[in-house]
């Protein structure tokens, strides 16, 4: 091995070994001063980290070039490791379609891949996808660029590992509706643990990482004083609640993306439709525009399902292009305070929200999901992700209108 690459190998192995050191291994830091913000002293390490290291950037051994414009589905780990895939592939080259978000760290707290005996990881690998770099080396042949999703704090696997690192009701872990749990965005172990993650994947040859559920559960507004949890650095400032959780939010994004500069990746972020419509969602701690600053892609998750009576609209499912138009002016006024906004590339509706129940919605097909792209396309935005949770998107779709 040459002299660049011992050091730069050194320089990783160190980086590795912060990143999944156990809480009481390093000594606490003391509590911040009134006013004080965190992030400061989160970054002091990071923010020198990426100048020492940059000149020795992490090469996959794979080739790809950024679209013209990111149009991509959204592939689970059960489709990207079976038979689904090579359907899924042959629907790229059969349209205009160029990208696949694929799930690295699902809902649950999963890999969907199974590291090698050596990783941090490994006991959390499923064998969903049993060659994770075979399947990438399928997409740099196709140039199908590869964006990895990782679930950050929804993540019942970790929850019920590290309940320390969770929130608790009594004894117990807990849960949502849904039976999910998740960990606490205060806690700066469980940052690290997402980074390592992430970069594992960078490491694969994902040209993107592409964070989900980066948030404080659902209405955590109402439960914010009755679970028991750590605010960690955040306890002592003298802001309310809802600003600490913003601040935990932000802060997070902003040190995953110095910690993943030596990977050339970018990151993009998933964020609620409606965070684009508040000063800032008060139980979930997203702000968009300070998440915005901090990323290179913006994905507003903007289903016409899932809004209520916005923008005038009093059934949003049954009007997919107005609802897509209204949110895409408003989302082109808010990246415009930006000093430097990031891409934006929403996720669409491909699929029927029948739930919504007879009368509040209709069935998606060409029309529907083709709508929504014409939508965004007349406000200046060429980007879109498709979703659909079974991976059956509308065949016969012209994606660039």
């Known amino acids: 091995m040459n002299k660049p690459k011992r050091l730069a190998a050194a320089l990783i192995l160190m980086s590795s070994a912060f990143l999944f050191s156990q809480p009481?291994?390093?000594?606490?830091?003391?509590?911040?001063?009134?006013?004080?913000?965190?992030?400061?002293?989160?970054?002091?390490l990071v923010k020198e980290l990426p100048e020492k290291v940059s000149r020795f950037q992490f090469d996959s051994g794979l080739n790809f070039q950024y679209p013209d414009?990111?149009?991509?589905?959204?592939?689970?780990?059960?489709?990207?490791?079976?038979?689904?895939?090579?359907?899924?592939?042959?629907?790229?080259?059969?349209?205009?379609l160029n990208a696949m978000v694929i799930d690295v760290k699902d809902d649950w707290g999963n890999l969907t891949y199974i590291p090698e005996a050596s990783s941090p990881y490994h006991e959390i690998g499923k064998p969903y996808i049993k060659d994770p770099k075979k399947i990438l080396k399928t997409m740099e042949e196709k140039q199908i660029y590869p964006i990895a999703r990782v679930v950050v704090f929804k993540d019942s696997v970790l929850a019920n590992k590290k309940p320390e690192w969770s929130f608790n009701e009594?004894?117990?872990?807990?849960?949502?509706?849904?039976g999910e749990s998740f960990v606490n965005p205060f806690v700066k172990e469980v940052w690290d643990y997402n980074v390592g993650i992430a970069i594992e994947a960078a490491k694969m040859g994902f040209q993107e990482i592409q964070f989900d559920y980066v948030r404080f559960p659902e209405g955590f507004e109402h439960r914010d004083s009755s679970l028991k949890y750590s605010m960690g650095v955040y306890e002592k400032l003298k802001i309310e609640n809802v600003q600490k959780r913003v601040s935990a939010v932000t802060d997070f994004v902003e040190y995953a993306r110095k910690q993943l500069e030596p990977y050339g990746v970018k990151v993009?972020?998933?964020?609620?439709?409606?965070?684009?419509?508040?000063p800032e969602a008060p139980g979930i701690g997203q702000n968009f525009s300070k998440i915005s600053e901090h990323v290179d892609v913006i994905s507003s998750?903007?289903?016409?399902?899932?809004?209520?009576?916005?923008?005038?609209?009093?059934?949003?499912?049954?009007e997919p292009y107005k609802l897509v138009s209204e949110y895409a002016k408003l989302e082109n006024k808010k990246l415009e305070?930006?000093?430097?906004?990031?891409?934006?590339?929403?996720?669409?509706?491909?699929?029927?929200?029948?739930?919504?129940?007879?009368g509040n919605y209709k069935k998606y097909g060409k029309a529907e999901v083709e709508?929504?792209?014409?939508?965004?396309?007349?406000?200046?935005?060429?980007?879109f992700l498709l979703w659909n949770a079974g991976n059956s998107y509308t065949p016969k779709v012209d994606y660039t209108p």
């Not at 972020?269 to 965070?275: E, L």
């Not at 430097?340 to 929403?346: F, G, N, W």
């Not at 929504?372 to 980007?383: F, M, P, R, S, T």
């Open 24 to 44: 009481g291994e390093a000594k606490e830091k003391e509590a911040h001063e009134p006013g004080q913000n965190p992030q400061r002293e989160h970054f002091s």
């Open 69 to 96: 414009a990111v149009r991509g589905i959204y592939v689970t780990g059960h489709s990207a490791g079976g038979e689904k895939f090579n359907n899924l592939v042959k629907m790229m080259d059969d349209t205009d």
């Open 170 to 178: 009594g004894n117990e872990v807990w849960k949502n509706g849904r």
């Open 268 to 278: 993009s972020v998933d964020i609620f439709g409606y965070t684009a419509t508040l």
């Open 301 to 318: 998750m903007i289903y016409p399902s899932h809004w209520t009576s916005y923008f005038g609209i009093a059934k949003p499912d049954l």
């Open 337 to 358: 305070e930006l000093d430097s906004p990031p891409v934006s590339r929403p996720w669409l509706q491909d699929f029927t929200a029948s739930y919504l129940g007879a």
């Open 371 to 383: 709508s929504q792209i014409k939508a965004l396309k007349e406000q200046g935005i060429n980007e």
